[in-house]
DNA sequence: AATAGCGCATGACAACTGTCATGCTGGAAT
DNA sequence: ATTCCAGCATGACAGTTGTCATGCGCTATT
């Protein structure tokens, strides 16, 4: 079975993996960031992407999108820090199969690989009660552009990174400062990521 | 050789101690937060601690502390997400052998475990030259500004806060933009909260 | 004692940010 | 087919932010 593994922190990485490959049917391949974990994606078939979410580059949940827009048979488990509420929705939706923390044993991971290469779906209960609190009230647009803004990015160059107007990206942020209740960007994406939104 | 292993992420932590037991005289012992470790150590010698820092309860410096001070011989290794300058200095202060950083691989530990048993310092020269080469530029005016900024403050808030003009706090805010070559105060924010001077 | 330098403080001005009115499009409901 | 609405897009305007020149007081150096 041939399991892609997207992690950034190489020690976590090269642990995981190195005990991934202790089950005989494991084949686990290494990518230390969104990017070259999407390159792969790309250049090759695998049975399971097992994706951390907080990544430079790509997020672990924009991997899972890719692999449901492109249709790809890739089954997707994702591991995180923190139980931030949005994911979990934002996960489903992108035909996540499953969502655990990084604050569980690793025999959880692997029986949670197995299930879902089964077709099952594990979603830790946590996470799951979570997420039934407050909706992420921003649209896709919103949230590229207060993710970049909380970069210190100007607005002009966010304007351009996104190929739009800098009034439509003003506008893209005060609409999230207004959603969220925010007194600025800098607030706005305060709150934003405080929810697991960003 | 007996091993404490403390780290508060059940993922990482059961993974570590799996593979550092696949060396056949690592013997190890697991922790899953900073008050259980002391607790170890207390009742029972350890030929090393490898700890993280940040962790509820003590934290990996605080358990280096106890060790220097009851004299003990057991040797530590530290290993952590962030390399803020001033852990360093204290863990060296503490007396720690190795100081590593997660974004490095498995190997690397082993290792530096190895080097340490042996009476060697290892320190992650990354971390070693951020804690020598530069220097916080910012003075603690500029400090509260920018911290209070990258809550989301407006200028005004900020210049109540700190009880002076606003044209003075956008003053503070402009030089540590200016010193930390940042494009605006989100920036500067970021890079000083990165540089571990926030 | 004079000077140099740093941190603190301020306001004027230019540049950037947030708001709002407006228009367009495509999908859902009637 | 028509209406409604959310999301996307834009520019004008007011409000906020960043820069700079300027000045004050303190400490260290000459």
Do not use: C
């Not at 230390?32 to 790509?58: C, H, R, V, Y």
């Not at 569980?104 to 692997?110: N, R, S």
């Not at 919103?142 to 996104?162: C, F, M, N, V």
């Amino acid at each position: 079975m041939k399991i892609l593994l997207a992690e950034d922190q190489a020690m976590v990485r090269t642990a995981l993996a190195s005990l991934l490959r202790l089950e005989a049917d494991f084949q686990v391949t290494e990518a230390a960031d969104g990017s070259t974990a999407l390159k792969l994606l790309q250049q090759q078939p695998f049975d399971l992407l097992l994706s951390d979410i907080e990544m430079p580059g790509n997020s672990g949940i924009e991997l899972a999108q890719y692999l449901q827009q492109q249709k790809l048979a890739t089954k997707v488990v994702i591991i995180t820090t923190f139980g931030r509420a949005g994911y979990v929705k934002r996960a489903i939706d992108a035909g996540v199969g499953g969502f655990l923390l990084k604050d569980a044993p690793v025999e959880q991971l692997v029986s949670a690989i197995n299930q879902v290469m089964a077709g099952k779906r594990v979603i830790d209960s946590e996470l799951l009660l979570n997420s039934l609190g407050e909706q992420d009230p921003l649209t896709d647009k919103e949230r590229q552009a207060l993710r970049l803004a909380a970069d210190g990015h100007s607005t002009s160059e966010i304007a351009s990174t996104l190929y739009i107007a800098e009034g439509t990206a003003r506008n893209y942020l005060s609409e999230a400062i207004s959603k969220l209740n925010a007194a600025n960007r800098i607030d706005a994406a305060r709150i934003a990521r405080q929810k697991g939104w960003l």
